[in-house]
């Protein structure tokens, strides 16, 4: 069974750098691009970033480039998305997603997400 | 970017009945090489993360009742639930894959009428 579970959530000052972590497990981690999406309360999805199975490229959303990176340890089944800069309007749950075999882009697994409150 | 505008923001069905809800892609999202739109669509329940239900604008993922079917091409597409459950209650987003970044619509909340 596919499971993947984050941790690193909780309330950060504006301008704070929290680290976020997704476990992963029931599936060969290193087979699969990974990402991030995240959802402000009580609003849409938007996808944040992406990392190939491997790692070795990344990509990135507009509204958090050069503020945030994704990463992996594929040796440890682990995403990780440090972020940098924070600011009122990244208070959001952020969810950890696998990417479907069919397209990298598409989300065939979801964690149950982590609440980031930015705020003073 | 690709702007997916989904109608209606809400409604309500009784039990049993019909449930459409549609999504506008701001351009074509099928990739005329393979003939396949780069559309999905996902469930989101209270409290819940997101669930994929279809792909390709019209494939249901694994264990996704059949009741639930997807349709539409180049820029126009549709979810319908054909006679709706309790357990459908939820926010349901279209989202285009055809082309980084992704992006999603702005969802449908269902409800019992």
């Known amino acids: 069974e596919v499971q993947l579970l984050e941790s690193g959530g909780g309330l950060v000052q504006p301008g704070g750098s929290p680290r976020l972590s997704c476990a992963t497990s029931g599936f060969t981690f290193s087979n699969f691009a990974m990402n991030w999406v995240r959802q402000a309360p009580g609003k849409g999805l938007e996808w944040v970033a992406s990392?190939?199975?491997?790692?070795?490229?990344?990509y990135y959303a507009d509204s958090v480039k050069g503020r945030v990176t994704i990463s992996r340890d594929n040796s440890n089944n682990t995403l990780h998305l440090q972020m940098n800069s924070l600011r009122p309007d990244d208070t959001a749950v952020y969810y950890c997603?696998?990417?479907?075999?069919?397209?990298?882009?598409?989300?065939?697994?979801w964690g149950q997400g982590t609440l980031v409150t930015v705020s003073s | 970017d690709i702007v997916m505008t989904q109608s209606p923001d809400s409604l309500a069905v009784s039990l049993g009945e019909r449930a459409t809800i549609n999504c506008k892609s701001g351009q074509s999202v099928l990739y005329t090489s393979s003939n396949k739109n780069y559309l999905a669509w996902y469930q989101q329940k209270a409290g819940q993360p997101p669930k994929l239900l279809i792909y390709w604008a019209s494939t249901r993922e694994s264990g996704v009742p059949d009741r639930f079917s997807g349709s539409g091409s180049g820029t126009d597409f549709t979810l319908t639930i054909s006679s709706l459950q309790a357990e459908d209650v939820a926010v349901y987003y279209c989202q285009q894959y055809y082309t980084t970044p992704q992006t999603f619509g702005q969802g449908t909340k269902v409800e019992i009428k």
């Open positions: 990392i190939t199975g491997i790692g070795r490229t990344t």
């Open positions: 997603a696998r990417s479907s075999g069919n397209n990298w882009r598409l989300f065939d697994y």
